[in-house]
């Protein structure tokens, strides 16, 4: 089994470049640049891109926005199995870009805040064929625990993109992941969530030995903390890694970013994650080559505008690598 299922939002992107963020109250001239979106989807795009046989499970509305989803994805070779619900609109998303590439993101769910659990044991036989399954916080929960529930019941291994952050999040749905991959401000969240206990806003500058040891209370077998110009840290149990994932070395690992010249850094992440999913396909569950891997991906996609059309072909992925 070698296909990655992605289970999340779709949410049209209307993006606005901007040489400066406006202020309250201010009015500022841009450039608009509508396109596909949302974190599930970017992320399946991602992979898709580098990994055929991806599938994309999320739900739309059934109005113009669900055709971009339909569209795109048919484009990139993706694999689209859709909820449609009736009497909501697909997610929208309002994305200011400065000119450093910098952004600002207000999101409206729509259907994805519905996307059924029934819809997803539907696709049970997609899960059963499947090596990787990576969700995001971006839809409905009690769908999300089930897409993980049934990918670990399957043996593939399940991740979670501890993104965006969700007041609801429980720890059993943290619990279902083998591997979470949360930005600084995230991991500072679901630590509190499943510690009880606060970190200091400049706690990813400590040791990496100290940063290990925090990452081992999550008790979840992988973390990955992606840390925007300072790369990426993985902290892994040993102990508690399923038999599909291996690492060498070292149990804590840095990993930098490749040099690039960043345009829009808006679906930096969603490259990342879908990279990483993809270079475990590629490198037999090896963390250490899928994460170089995942670098290169979300290094790339900053050179270019939007988020889903943002995300590098494996050609354009193996030609920095060989740099």
Not at 145 to 168: C, F, Y
Not at 260 to 276: H, P, Q, R
């Amino acid at each position: 089994m070698s296909k990655i299922v992605v289970v999340g939002s779709f949410v049209q992107d209307l993006a606005f470049l901007t040489p400066q963020f406006p202020t309250v109250g201010e009015t500022r001239i841009g450039t608009f640049f509508p396109g596909p979106g949302g974190k599930g989807f970017n992320q399946a795009v991602a992979a898709a891109r580098l990994q055929p046989g991806t599938e994309f499970i999320g739900a739309v509305g059934n109005d113009v926005f669900s055709e971009t989803a339909r569209s795109f994805a048919k484009s990139v070779g993706l694999t689209n199995l859709l909820e449609v619900v009736e009497g909501e609109s697909c997610g929208a998303a309002s994305i200011l870009v400065d000119e450093n590439g910098d952004n600002q993101i207000v999101v409206s769910l729509g259907a994805n805040s519905v996307l059924s659990s029934d819809w997803i044991k539907g696709n049970l036989a997609s899960f059963q064929s499947s090596s990787v399954v990576l969700c995001q916080l971006e839809a409905n929960l009690s769908a999300i625990q089930t897409a993980l529930a049934l990918g670990r019941e399957s043996g593939a291994a399940t991740i979670l993109n501890l993104a965006p952050i969700n007041q609801d999040l429980k720890p059993d749905l943290v619990g279902m992941a083998d591997i979470v991959t949360p930005n600084e401000t995230e991991f500072a969240f679901v630590y509190q969530l499943l510690t009880g206990k606060s970190l200091p806003s400049d706690y990813f500058e400590t040791s990496d030995e100290e940063l290990h040891f925090l990452c081992r209370e999550l008790n979840v077998p992988v973390v990955v903390i992606t840390l925007g110009k300072m790369g990426s840290f993985i902290s892994v149990d040993p102990d508690k890694l399923p038999q599909a994932l291996s690492l060498a070395g070292s149990p804590y690992q840095r990993f930098s970013c490749i040099e690039a010249d960043a345009i829009d850094t808006s679906g930096a992440g969603d490259a990342f994650n879908g990279g990483l999913a993809a270079g475990l396909v590629r490198f037999g569950g090896d963390l250490v080559q899928a994460m170089k891997f995942a670098s290169v991906v979300a290094g790339l996609s900053v050179e270019k505008r939007g988020t889903a059309p943002a995300m590098p072909t494996l050609a354009e992925v193996e030609a920095r690598q060989a740099l």
